[in-house]
């Protein structure tokens, strides 16, 4: 025997580690689910770290109602598989009861509307841990977000008062009304979750993989032709093989072109290209250089 | 493929986010739309060059004042190994940052500027690192170009840090000559320095050796949560879920849990994947044992051979974190130790060091923020805790603010009696 383990491995048990440690230290925790990669991944850790049992916090789901449809349908079905307690916070509820004001015009999304609905949500369910799916090598801001991300009433987050943490040692010491976001998956890079959901055969839903779409291009994206997005004159639809590398809001989630149809052959292409998967797939990062610490601040994900 | 976490210390002026940029930049990390971005920003912040520290003063606060606020985590990795880099800032905040980072490291980057030598900042960093008991240093003797490739110039920064470094403890230390610039001895050998007969960094971090740095001796688990299906199907499941802190078991191992005391035999060590016939450090998994006691978070397991101390009086070096306070005697703070949480009285500050000359300063009896001492706790439960230079993990704590709930200590355990 080595005693060695596989950078996989390590990870997993990282992993493992703060899902434990938070199902222990907090009273009401909560997994956000996205149906995209990174939350199946999660769904995957969080069923390893307390098998034989369910898991001890539901799952939440924030609908923008603009999702793909292929990703609802996974979502469903593998909640159930589990076991697990599903709720779905409505972003079009929160448009019904006059909380928030939809957007309008060509480049409206419904992204920015999901903070609202997500605070209202915790506050209704009383949640003092979210466990989020986000990583350190997505973006700038997340690369100095703590594993524990602390959040005041408002569910701010203050990049400039974070608290220390060191080794395995994380501080959950919260007061009533405040809770934290937990990022069991922060080491992970891109990478590594599709090497991960290889060697784990987790089942993903089709939009990952290269398929047939009617598309159109805004900004050097290509974003699918659906219902919720207006097209401006100028914007032709065509027909494309794509597949998406994040997945998140059919009206900000851009596809790449790609030809890979199986696992191996994306991590191929993610392991050759040159561009960040939120660089090329969302137009909410690039309202400006700080959009993501600028959300991140008001209590985005 | 192994995972490497290592620590970066240094300021900007040693080239620090330079050497990272290359890093990246050569093992094709940094993306095509992070280059741009940086470009653009250089410009508009009126640089000449591309400012490769844009790469990681990532908050805008950051790069509108032109400082690095915290540690920041990069990835990048070879075919060899996957790298964690913990980047910590070099300004007034250092300390505290600089521990954070070494806190999980494997290996410290050291940078100085081979025209200047060993400087204050650099024993800063070098003391940090040995405290924080990072297994691999590296000294990296950065800007060669600007001492024209001299090996005798090399050889003389060698030769002072040496005569420091004996002073401090240790384990594996490793010099590279380097023009991160130009990036001679980064990825690739230099053809400049030929004299040179080491490995080039990155080649140093793909093979140094790690995997026996692990603690395979000690076996220490702390229990973390326990598992209780109560369904038809594990009827009478208990299982003990923690994290591998150090040896290895093995089901049919004795055992002692502690503070009970009571002993038991390992039935089976589970995963979800399976049962596993070894565990060790840093695996996650279930413990089951043969007997039925009543067992808590909180609680450890171990071999009734080889116990950790069970101390309420604990002999630490504390490094202070907070401005908002003072660590001084009769101060009350919740401590986490493992999995385990209690709280602790600050009995005695015997003393502060200086953390540049390794003075100890015995006529001072608080600490202030980024100040490091000597202290006597008294916790209100035992700890099981070990020496930090014997186990990292059972070795450490961190203080609580029981006012704010911040993290305003981290602690390496000294002794225990």
Redesign the interface.
């Known amino acids: 025997?080595?005693?060695?383990?596989?950078?996989?491995?390590?990870?997993?048990?990282?992993s493992?580690?703060i899902f434990?440690?938070v199902?222990?230290e907090f009273e009401r925790p909560c997994l956000l689910f996205s149906g995209g990669k990174d939350s199946i991944v999660m769904l995957r850790l969080a069923?390893?770290?307390?098998?034989?049992?369910?898991l001890p916090f539901p799952v939440m789901h924030i609908d923008t109602g603009h999702n793909f449809p292929e990703v609802l349908e996974f979502r469903d079905r593998r909640t159930e598989e589990l076991g697990a307690r599903l709720i779905v916070a409505s972003v079009q509820q929160s448009i019904d009861e006059g909380k928030v004001v939809e957007q309008t015009g060509v480049r409206s999304s419904r992204n920015q509307l999901q903070t609202t609905t997500l605070l209202d949500a915790i506050e209704e369910h009383q949640f003092t841990a979210l466990f989020g799916g986000a990583r350190?090598?997505e973006?700038?801001?997340?690369?100095?977000e703590r594993v524990y991300s602390f959040r005041d009433e408002f569910g701010q987050w203050d990049?400039?008062s974070?608290?220390?943490?060191?080794?395995?040692?994380y501080?959950g010491?919260?007061?009533q009304g405040e809770h934290i976001r937990v990022f069991p998956i922060?080491?992970y890079?891109e990478?590594?979750i599709w090497q991960y959901i290889k060697a784990e055969e987790i089942e993903i839903p089709s939009v990952y993989f290269a398929h047939q779409r009617e598309v159109f291009e805004r900004d050097g994206m290509l974003l699918a032709v659906n219902e919720y997005t207006e097209m401006q004159e100028s914007e032709k639809p065509f027909m494309e093989t794509v597949r998406y590398r994040t997945v998140g809001d059919m009206t900000c989630t851009g596809a790449v072109e790609s030809a890979a149809d199986t696992i191996d052959l994306i991590i191929d292409e993610v392991a050759a290209?040159?561009?960040?998967e939120r660089?090329?797939t969302r137009a909410d990062d690039r309202v400006s250089?700080?959009a993501m610490?600028?959300r991140k601040k008001k209590g985005y994900f | 493929m192994e995972l490497l976490r290592f620590a970066t210390a240094g300021s900007v002026d040693d080239g620090k986010s330079t050497l990272i940029g290359r890093l990246l930049y050569d093992t094709k990390t940094i993306f095509q739309d992070q280059m741009e971005a940086v470009e653009a920003a250089s410009e508009q912040m009126g640089t000449e060059y591309t400012n490769l520290a844009l790469l990681t003063d990532g908050l805008r606060a950051e790069r509108e004042q032109g400082i690095t606020i915290d540690v920041a985590y990069r990835y990048f990795a070879t075919p060899r190994r996957k790298f964690i880099i913990a980047d910590t800032p070099g300004h007034t905040q250092y300390t505290r940052n600089m521990v954070t980072g070494a806190s999980t490291a494997d290996l410290a980057i050291v940078l100085l500027d081979a025209r200047n030598g060993v400087v204050e900042q650099s024993k800063r960093h070098s003391f940090l690192a040995s405290l924080l008991r990072i297994p691999h240093l590296v000294l990296a003797v950065n800007k060669m170009d600007l001492v024209d490739y001299s090996q005798d110039q090399f050889e003389n920064v060698v030769g002072e840090y040496r005569d420091f470094a004996s002073k401090l403890d240790i384990g594996d230390l490793t010099f590279i000559p380097v023009s991160a610039l130009h990036g001679d001895n980064v990825v690739d050998r230099s053809e400049n320095m030929e004299w040179f007969e080491g490995s080039s960094l990155l080649h140093h971090l793909e093979t140094v050796h790690i995997s026996s740095d692990r603690n395979l001796i000690d076996a220490r688990f702390p229990v973390q949560y326990v598992l209780r299906p109560q369904s038809e199907e594990y009827h009478d499941f208990r299982g003990y879920a923690g994290t591998i802190e150090g040896g290895v078991l093995k089901p049919g191992d004795d055992v002692v849990v502690l503070p009970s005391g009571f002993s038991s035999r390992i039935a089976e060590i589970r995963t979800f994947d399976g049962p596993v016939e070894e565990a060790f450090a840093p695996m996650a998994v279930t413990v089951l044992l043969e007997d039925e006691i009543d067992i808590s978070r909180g609680d450890m397991i171990c071999r009734p051979n080889n116990q950790p101390d069970a101390t309420q009086d604990v002999d630490a070096m504390v490094c202070w974190m907070t401005s908002e306070t003072k660590l001084e005697p009769r101060m009350k703070l919740a401590i986490k130790h493992t999995t385990r949480m209690a709280r602790a009285m600050v009995k005695d500050v015997q003393y502060r060091l200086d953390i540049n000359t390794l003075h100890r300063d015995e006529t001072s009896n608080v600490l202030e923020l980024n100040e490091i001492g000597r202290v006597t706790l008294r916790t209100t439960q035992p700890l099981f805790a070990d020496e930090y230079r014997r186990n990292r993990a059972t070795g450490s704590f961190v203080l609580i603010d029981e006012n704010t709930n911040n993290t305003v200590g981290a602690g390496m355990i000294v002794g225990t009696d």
């Open positions: 025997m080595s005693y060695e383990l596989s950078h996989l491995r390590e990870l997993e048990a990282e493992i580690h434990r440690e199902a222990a069923q390893k770290a307390f098998a034989p049992c369910k350190r090598d973006e700038k801001a997340r690369a100095k990049p400039k974070q608290r220390p943490e060191l080794w395995k040692l501080n010491q919260v007061r922060s080491n890079t990478l590594d290209t040159r561009i960040t660089g090329a250089e700080a610490e600028d």
